[in-house]
């Protein structure tokens, strides 16, 4: 359920009604920018990849400290609380802003998205914790399928609200728009809550020495695990596998609704359309790549996963119409559930038992780095090119990149190191 709470958020916020109203905000001949003696010129969407980057940078720095914290004082849920309800409240804020007010847009979006990545450490810690190994891929897609499910339900409910807004009783589609974002923070609130009720923590005890603190625990244990990554060879090079495709993943995610914007010139019925179907597809999509991970492991259904997003990818570079538009939306939402939650899974499998939250600390690392490196290339060639389709090509390479570190994993010695930890 609670993929099922944050994931209106991806969808919604992230990848389909904001990014695009964010664009209206903006005017057609772009933002000057100035700063001290700095003085340059942006576009929408390439000041949108830079608020994406810079929100999961200071997550991503701040994720494996806080993880080793949950571990040993048996807090995740309560940093997962926090995370949550701050980032819900801050998404509901996104109903004050207004025509012309874009730093205000980018300013809650990106503190909403730091409760949105942050919670995301401590959530998935606890997939070893509620799973046993046999069954994490299955358990892990079902996750994402749930997320596919909710997600998607609000995000058509949105896009009627917004089609038809004046039979909903609203006036202006800008309201429309603004009430659509803020019901995503209630809807993250409160379908969180059987998370928090029920779904038991594992507790380990620990014994504090004295003059004890966290904080200090905290560093410290971020540069242990750092450390121990050199006796779990299988897992780093997992991890840095998946930083590199996670990349051109996050990248599609982010930057579709705002490239079929300002690259094809869609309108905004279009653009959601295209990714309600993501949605509807990604979910037996989830369930399959899971099913395939059961009978072929994990590793291969992840390559499969990136061939085909090297096709997908390729496909978008020569789109012209929205019908192709609609068209890639099918496809990527039949690979999109898959590939992340067996990698999820895999990722699960491989990290020592008693420290799910400080692992995932790292992997959370991976996942956001991934959130800031792609967006912030694919915004530098767009801006440098004048062209989005150009950014393209560099999706392509993070997906054959990491496809060639995955190949080093051998992922029954992984396992096993895994569980002699």
Known sequence: MYDWANSAFATSVLAAILPVYFASLVSEEGIAVRWGSLNFSTTASSLWAYGISFSVLLTA??????GGLADFSCSKKRFLFGFTYTGAALTSLLYFVGDGDYWLCLGLFMAANIGFAGSMTFY???????????KMDWVSGKGYAFGYIGGGLLLALHVLMITYHEGFGIPDKSVSIRISLASVGIWWGFFAIPLFLWVPEVRRLHNKPENFSYLTYGFSRFFKTLRSFRHYQDLLWFLLAFLVYNDGIQTVIAMAAIFGKTALGLDTGTLIGALLLTQIIALPGALLFAKLAEHIQSKGAIII???????????AYFLKSALEFWILGGLVGLVLGGSQAVSRSLYAQLIPRARPAEFFGFFTVSAKFASIFGPLIFGLITDLSENPRNAIVSVILFFAVGMIMLSRVDIDRGRLKALEA
Request: proline share 11%; glycine share 4%; charged share 10%.
């Open 124 to 134: 998935n810690a606890f997939l070893p914790e509620v799973a046993p190994e046999e």
């Open 61 to 66: 720095l701040a994720a494996p400290i806080l």
């Open 305 to 315: 996963a990136l061939l085909l997003w090297i096709g997908i990818v390729t496909y």
